[in-house]
């Protein structure tokens, strides 16, 4: 085992974790500040030079200074797991620090977010009204004789975002498990998705609502019609090698690259502020606000468990009782 300072590792880490894009980018921004607060405090050390007691000082000195809130101490120690996990697995050391070590301080979990019905519907309508202008736009510059390209990507977006809006309300699909569908999981005879969650396990989403099934169907016809026409824009150069495959994503970008979750994420929290929605309101808040209707009109909680792939009873109860 060779020995490396704390410098050295943290950079390994960073660059590690960019390279393989197992974190969103604002996550590796988060984890890099927190450890730069850890090397500040440690100075750059040998990495066999930390013990157990000299971290557990660390995190108890974040508490003593009542400086932080629980969320920033538990974060920086999330992290510092993170970190030391990773120069245990490459060999590092022979000892995590961490180990059998509990939080510095007990986690808050804050109620989950639920929108009224009313907010549900500003925030559904919000993609169909863009889109109303972005046509009404484009027929105008279409008469002019003027450039429509930009138009044209603004519209596919919109289609493309209603789609995710409308299936992530109708199913409480995470967002996750969203970014994943493919075409050929969709039955729109019977209104249904197979979803697969992490463990590869599989249960069937229900979109009953006429407007899904519309919304999912007209972003489908821009999908096939982008596919035919980035398969006429391949040179003469290109024809001879092998063809563009449509990509097996369901929700993609207009180049074809499926759409990455903080993208999804992003849609959500962008139609949230265009429909007037104070709330923070992400991914979840949609799941949740779906599990307080379903609760709200009597659905049996067990059903609402396999609806939504959860076996996390207390916090489905919680939801009901927070809106």
Partial sequence: MSKITLSSAIDEYL??????QAKSAHTISAQTSDLKHVLRYFDDTLLTNITGDSVRGYFTD??????????????LWSTTVSFFNFCFEQNYIHINPLSGMKPPVKAEIPPPTVL?????RRLLQAPVKEQKRLKKELEQRQKKGASTARLERRLFDSVRNRAVL??????????????????????FHNYTVTIK???????IGYFPSGDVKDALQA????????????????????????????????????????????????????????????KTVTPYTLRHTLTSFLLEAKVNI??????????????????????
């Fill in 15 to 20: 660059s590690t974790i960019r390279q393989k």
């Fill in 166 to 187: 409308e299936l992530l309300f109708a199913t409480g699909i995470r967002v996750s498990e969203l970014v994943n569908l493919t075409e050929k999981d969709f039955n």
């Fill in 219 to 278: 972003y489908m016809s821009l999908t096939d019609r982008r596919s035919k026409e980035l398969q006429r824009d391949i040179s003469e150069d290109e024809k001879n090698r092998k063809p563009r495959v449509k990509s097996q994503y369901f929700f993609l970008f207009r180049n074809g690259k499926p759409l990455g979750p903080e993208t999804a994420r992003h849609i959500v929290h962008r139609y949230a502020r265009t429909a007037g929605i104070k």
């Fill in 197 to 203: 969650d992490h463990k590869g396990e599989k249960r």
């Fill in 62 to 75: 974040l508490v003593n200074q009542h400086r932080y809130a629980s969320t920033t101490i538990n974060r």
């Fill in 116 to 120: 009224t019905k009313a907010e549900i």
């Fill in 302 to 323: 067990h059903s609402i468990q396999r609806l939504l792939g959860t076996t996390d009873a207390a916090r489905l109860l919680l939801t009901t009782k927070k809106k």
